[in-house]
């Protein structure tokens, strides 16, 4: 249990981390930015794999699933829902994602709900709520639902294909798909030296290694509780932004973070078994992911 927390502590840290790096491709064309970063991402996870599995036709519809919905689909509501709300009330909409993951898990537990509550609340302090208009309140729900399908259409595929397999696929499917649309929608753009560095780290650092090992902590913790560990993005995003001298540490912000630790803390208590349905193999072992979403 522990290192599947671990794993997915690791993943929610790296990609709250990451949005001031984010901030980088403003003005970038959106879609094939991201097939540039998927493309890069798979490369490194094809590196990685020692074998690649080949999906069967009942993987296809998760795998898409994935990419319309948890890679794609989110960066694009993502965007569109900043632009008719505060960015702290997306961050609050986007907090209630665990209570979602722990309601439609499977094998959901009373602890997992009541962490994840606490989780959302803890967010919810952290984000300072915020104001919409328009539809901003309905974007910022589908890209809730977005961070949602992420999770729980990958959860049986990863049973059948493995961590790094599904992670591969979803990146090279999204690739070809965001190329593709990108051609007709955005165009395509020569990056600059800044925009460069900012696809190049999250290609490594948010979609190989975070995508690696947040899968990986799914398929040893279950979605309810892993799903608990994305109240870590703000936090590390709150960090992110004192280290850098963006923000100041308030008493709120302290409270939130404690909140969230809280609600982590009642979900992962428990000491149960992992949750794995598949044989992972050595390349699929986390101590020999050197990589594993966006935002």
């Known amino acids: 249990m522990k290192i599947g927390v671990a794993a997915g502590a690791t993943a929610a840290t790296i990609v709250g981390a990451s949005v001031p790096v984010t901030g980088m491709l403003e003005g970038y064309p959106l879609l094939t930015g991201q097939a540039m970063r998927y493309l890069l991402g798979a490369a490194v996870l094809l590196l990685v794999a ?3 599995p080949m999906p069967s036709w009942r993987d296809i519809p998760p795998l898409l699933g994935v990419v319309a919905t948890g890679m794609l689909g989110f960066n694009a509501l993502l965007i569109a829902a900043q632009q008719y709300a505060e960015p702290g009330f997306v961050a609050a909409v986007m907090g209630s994602s665990p209570i979602a993951l722990a309601l439609l898990a499977r094998n959901r537990s009373l602890a997992a709900v009541v962490g994840a ?24 729900l589908l890209t809730m639902a977005g961070e949602v399908c992420f999770t729980l259409f990958a959860v049986g ?15 090279l499917l999204a690739a070809a798909i965001g190329g593709v649309l990108g ?7 020569m990056p600059d030296t800044r925009q460069t560095f900012a696809l190049v780290t999250l290609a490594v650092l948010v ?5 690696g090992l947040w899968y990986f902590s799914v398929n040893r913790l279950g979605s309810d509780r892993a799903g608990v560990l994305i109240g870590l993005m703000p936090v590390s995003g709150l960090a992110t932004s004192v ?12 409270i ?12 992962l208590w428990r000491k149960a078994p ?3 349905a598949v044989d992972v193999s050595p390349s699929e072992r986390p101590c020999e992911l050197p990589a594993a979403r966006a935002t």
Do not use: K, M, N
């Open 50 to 52: 020692r074998r690649l």
């Open 117 to 140: 509550v606490v989780v959302a609340a803890g967010v919810v302090v952290l984000s300072g709520g915020g104001a919409w208009h328009g539809p901003g309140l309905v974007l910022a």
């Open 157 to 171: 595929v990863v049973r059948r294909l493995g961590v790094l397999g599904v992670a591969t696929w979803t990146c």
């Open 183 to 189: 051609t007709f929608v955005g165009g395509w753009q």
């Open 207 to 211: 979609t190989a290694l975070a995508f």
């Open 243 to 254: 280290l850098l001298g963006l923000q100041e540490l308030t008493l709120v912000s302290v």
């Open 256 to 267: 939130g973070v404690t909140t969230v630790a809280l609600g982590c803390g009642i979900a």
């Open 274 to 276: 992992d949750r794995v």
